[in-house]
């Protein structure tokens, strides 16, 4: 069993150094990793990354994190991607990482993720090379998502995303910005791989807890949504040979 804290959503700053990594004391004596969705800064300056940097370092517990929209403002993601990294902090972007918990791989893979909507009510990368762009974005990073999320080596498999993979953990949000907080391509990249879990970000006024069309556990981490420092998660391993495609999506549950 793999105990899984993640948060969303943090929106450091100078004026705040300090006020999150208060909360994180004693994060190991109840979880094994700590997952970070996004957003991790305001305006995406690189002193920002450095106050979440100071946040996130030496908590007991791995910690993985993506970026979010926030983090891209000021085209300093590079930089606080590197100083998130001297902290110790594992960032992805489109990629994965396996970590031994106790014996139990878990495999995360995921990144920032992009936009678009949802199935019946979705931008389709037709006519002018502005929306193709929009949407070949989000697909290319899809791609991205699935192939990271295929090549782990895993017991256990997680996604992780800034931008939403199903509609479920929206509800609370106006429709008309849907297309602006996830794709479904998301989900279908999550389902094709297998995923046992997936968190993401972003939906400030959204719902916790989600499924992708295939049946895949959504977790909606940020803050203003669990109203706590972190959300907990128990991820059991699953018996049997085929881990990763073994239906292991029941054993997911939330504490």
Request: aromatic residues 6%; negative net charge; contains cysteine.
């Amino acid at each position: 069993m793999i105990r899984v804290a993640a948060a969303g959503d943090l929106h450091v700053g100078p004026e705040t150094a300090g006020t999150y990594r208060e909360h994180l004391s004693g994060l190991a004596e109840h979880a094994d990793v700590f997952l970070v969705a996004g957003d991790l800064t305001r305006h995406g300056t690189v002193e920002e990354g450095r106050v979440a940097a100071g946040e996130l370092s030496d908590v007991g517990v791995p910690v993985v994190a993506v970026l979010g929209n926030h983090d891209y403002h000021s085209d300093a993601e590079t930089e606080i991607t590197g100083v998130l990294r001297d902290a110790g902090v594992t960032v992805l972007e489109g990629e994965g990482t396996v970590l031994d918990c106790g014996g139990t791989r878990l495999g995360i893979a995921g990144g920032k993720g992009f936009g678009g909507g949802f199935e019946g009510r979705c931008a389709s990368d037709f006519g002018e090379p502005e929306m193709k762009a929009f949407v070949g974005h989000t697909k290319d990073f899809a791609g991205r998502l699935r192939t990271a999320l295929l090549d782990l080596d895993a017991d256990i498999v997680v996604s992780l995303t800034h931008y939403a993979p199903a509609e479920d953990t929206l509800e609370g949000e106006p429709p008309e910005i849907y297309p602006f907080l996830g794709s479904y391509l998301l989900g279908e990249a999550i389902d094709e791989a297998g995923a046992d879990l997936a968190i993401h970000g972003h939906a400030h006024k959204g719902t916790e807890k989600g499924l992708t069309s295939g049946g895949v556990r959504v977790r909606n981490v940020a803050l203003p949504v669990i109203q706590h420092a972190y959300a907990l998660y128990r991820l059991d391993e699953p018996d049997g040979e085929d881990r990763r495609r073994a239906r292991r999506r029941e054993r997911v549950s939330a504490w």
